[in-house]
């Protein structure tokens, strides 16, 4: 009898275990996997792009204009390409291919800091160059002296290149927030930074800056500050 009573609650058990299981949340898959859905009759396995996360806030280009938005879904093609269903900050809908984001920003995981760090995004969008050096608290001449740290600290490497956050690790000696590193992967983009660094893409996407050899440096500032519209701008007297 008492055996009997012992296999009723071990299998008792195991049943809850299983009901309990079933609402234990799925581990994360890795969006790069293998799709056995290709080409008809291929036998081809089909690599799906890695995609980014629902809910990512990005940045995006659809008919050369620049939208800020919120991916709502993802979904990759036959190919293994990824597209996105993307809601811009004026409540349209666009559907886009993976090309047509240009940056990306993880989502905050409490509403109140995700509707914050959106409106900061939406805002920042169209900034000009004086607001974003205003926002990082970056000169003209540190932008300088940050190039001159920069080949100085890289020389041993083959080449010096610098990503948004380590602009910023450089600069202000603190890891950067995600609006810090949003705002300088802009301002690296403006005119007077190329002076001083190139854009360098993965995917279509910028997503570091190297540092210039000195006499490029020289000659583009000497271009920089010849345009009419620079003439009073701070680098041309550092």
Wanted: proline share 4%; aromatic share 10%.
């Amino acid at each position: 009898m008492k055996l009997f009573y012992h296999l009723y609650l071990t299998a008792l058990t195991l049943s809850f275990l299983d009901v309990a299981c079933a609402f234990v949340a799925r581990p994360y898959v890795p969006s790069e996997s293998v799709s056995l859905h290709g080409k008809k009759d291929s036998g081809d396995e089909v690599v799906q792009q890695q995609a980014f996360p629902v809910g990512s806030f990005v940045e995006f280009e659809e008919k050369k204009r620049i939208h800020v938005g919120k991916i709502e879904t993802v979904e990759h093609k036959s190919s293994g390409g990824a597209r996105y269903a993307v809601i811009d900050s004026e409540g349209k809908k666009f559907n886009i291919s993976d090309k047509a984001v240009r940056y990306s920003m993880a989502c905050p995981n409490t509403p109140g800091q995700a509707n914050k760090l959106y409106e900061q995004f939406i805002s920042a969008q169209d900034a000009p160059m004086q607001s974003l050096q205003e926002s990082l608290d970056v000169s003209p001449e540190l932008l300088q002296m940050a190039w001159e740290e920069a080949t100085e600290e890289l020389e041993d490497q083959a080449h010096a290149d610098l990503t948004p956050a380590s602009f910023v690790e450089l600069v202000h000696a603190h890891a950067a927030s995600a609006m810090e590193k949003y705002l300088t992967w802009k301002l690296l983009q403006t005119d007077m930074a190329h002076v001083f660094f190139k854009e360098i893409k993965s995917h279509g996407r910028v997503v570091a800056f190297r540092a210039k050899p000195r006499k490029a440096v020289d000659n583009a500032k000497e271009m920089f500050c010849r345009d009419i519209d620079n003439e009073d701008n701070e680098l041309c007297f550092v």
